[in-house]
């Protein structure tokens, strides 16, 4: 079945003419050629993919094209042009909590909707908000102390 699904993408209007079944993982990598959601385990635990839709992370690989109607998602390519994008970076980058990079999308990801949620977070929220990301090059202290350094910097950002 076709479906016309209209939805809201990086602050720009989509019209999507397919399978409603169709992953958002795929329609962003294959469709829209936004290569920073990446594909990691397909089964939506490792936050690779995360996109934040109405204001909450979430694994693109477990999402059905049918279901984002009306929605309004922010991938890394919109965040990345933001100033809370910078200030998170910044922060991530003065602690090393960036190694290769392929999970970085996904945790930047998270780390906004952590901080949105709560500027000024404990440690213990923070590792809470950030366990549906998996990382294997930094362990997770320089990335959890970079969020918390972000919220100290953000000067009212969130």
Same mark, same amino acid.
């Given at each position: 079945?076709?479906?016309?699904?209209?939805?809201?993408?990086?602050?720009?209007?989509?019209?999507?003419?397919?399978?409603?079944?169709?992953?958002?993982?795929?329609?962003?990598?294959?469709?829209?050629?936004?290569?920073?959601?990446?594909?990691?385990?397909?089964?939506?635990?490792?936050?690779?993919?995360?996109?934040?839709?109405? !204001?909450?992370?979430?694994? &693109?690989?477990?999402?059905?094209? #049918?279901?984002?109607?009306?929605?309004?998602? $922010?991938?890394? @390519? *919109?965040?990345?042009?933001?100033?809370?994008?910078?200030?998170?970076?910044?922060?991530?980058?003065?602690?090393?909590?960036?190694?290769?990079?392929?999970?970085?999308? !996904?945790?930047?990801?998270? &780390?906004?909707?952590?901080?949105? #949620?709560?500027?000024?977070?404990?440690?213990? $929220?923070?590792? @809470? *908000?950030?366990?549906?990301?998996?990382?294997?090059?930094?362990?997770?202290?320089?990335?959890?102390?970079?969020?918390?350094?972000?919220?100290?910097?953000?000067?009212?950002?969130?």
């Amino acid at each position: 079945m076709i479906d016309i699904i209209k939805f809201n993408l990086n602050d720009k209007e989509i019209s999507y003419t397919g399978s409603a079944s169709a992953r958002l993982l795929d329609f962003l990598r294959d469709e829209k050629k936004m290569t920073g959601t990446k594909c990691g385990c397909k089964e939506g635990e490792c936050g690779a993919c995360c996109v934040i839709i109405d !204001g909450k992370t979430v694994n &693109s690989c477990l999402v059905a094209m #049918g279901s984002i109607h009306g929605a309004s998602i $922010i991938t890394i @390519e *919109g965040y990345s042009k933001t100033e809370r994008f910078e200030t998170l970076s910044k922060a991530f980058e003065s602690v090393s909590a960036i190694q290769c990079g392929f999970c970085m999308p !996904g945790m930047l990801l998270s &780390s906004e909707c952590i901080l949105d #949620g709560n500027p000024k977070p404990s440690e213990t $929220i923070v590792r @809470e *908000g950030l366990s549906g990301n998996l990382c294997r090059c930094t362990g997770y202290n320089s990335i959890v102390k970079a969020v918390l350094k972000a919220s100290e910097k953000g000067g009212g950002l969130w």
